[in-house]
């Protein structure tokens, strides 16, 4: 059975930096595109930014020049640095990715950011 499993979050002052990791496991014989999400209390959930296996990057305008979104394919497994945070980036944070042709989520990691 495939899982996606986040670490990293937490609680941090605004300005500081956390480091989000999804790791994947399970029957894997391939891992396409690989992204993270967040969805604040009362909102939709949205892209926060994706990256393709040969690490082809996109970013939601709200967080360009602050998250960096990387992965390790010989670990299966996707970071998003995050600098600068911000009060708004404060959400639950979800991984995603295509693994063997189908979609998985991770179960949401707490990202609160004080000000």
């Known amino acids: 059975q495939v899982q996606l499993v986040e670490s990293g979050g937490g609680l941090v002052q605004a300005g500081g930096s956390l480091r989000l990791s999804c790791a994947a496991s399970g029957r894997i014989f391939s891992i396409t595109t690989m992204g993270w999400y967040r969805q604040a209390p009362g909102n939709q959930r949205e892209l926060v930014a994706s990256?393709?296996?040969?690490?082809?990057?996109n970013y939601a305008d709200s967080v360009k020049g602050r998250f960096t979104i990387s992965r390790d394919n010989t670990k299966n497994t996707m970071y998003l640095q995050m600098n600068s945070l911000k009060p708004e980036d404060t959400a639950v944070y979800y991984c995603s990715a295509r693994i063997n042709f189908h979609d998985y989520w991770g179960q949401g990691t707490q990202v609160t950011v004080s000000s």
């Open positions: 990256i393709t296996r040969d690490s082809r990057t």
